[in-house]
Nanobody, 123 residues
Framework: VQLQASGGGLVQPGDSLRLSCAAS????????MAWFRQTPGKEREFVAV????????YYADSVKGRFTISRDGAQNTVTLQMNSLKPEDTAVYYC?????????????????WGQGTQVTVSS
């Protein structure tokens, strides 16, 4: 499984940004795709997850109502639309993939990771 994340950048508070994760290497039926983020000195933190089959989504409380995760089965991509960005959203964002079983919120449940993409929210 290969995951390629893109779309990070420098934005101002209140702005929007869209991250994309291109997935390849297998079919993703019965899999789940997630976004995590990490700041220096901290554990990687769950942001959002989507199941490939039904498109069921779950979000961290800190991003609920502002971020939207979606998937495109034809393009094998997962997108994280981030609106109303705050300085505390600043982090390196990672996409991850795993079979759709087990704990969706723990990074240890995901054996497949893309490279990170930096998101900086600053005025």
């Amino acid at each position: 499984v290969q995951l390629q994340a893109s779309g990070g950048g420098l934005v101002q508070p209140g702005d929007s940004l869209r991250l994309s994760c291109a997935a390849s290497g297998r079919t993703f039926t019965n899999w789940k795709m997630a976004w995590f983020r990490q700041t220096p000195g901290k554990e990687r933190e769950f942001v959002a997850v989507i199941t490939w089959n039904l498109g069921t989504t779950y979000y961290a409380d800190s991003v609920k109502g502002r971020f939207t995760i979606s998937r495109d089965g034809a393009q094998n991509t997962v997108t994280l639309q981030m609106n109303s960005l705050k300085p505390e959203d600043t982090a390196v964002y990672y996409c991850a993939a795993a079979q759709a079983v087990g704990d969706s919120y723990s990074q240890s449940s995901y054996p497949n990771w893309g490279q990170g993409t930096q998101v900086t929210v600053s005025s």
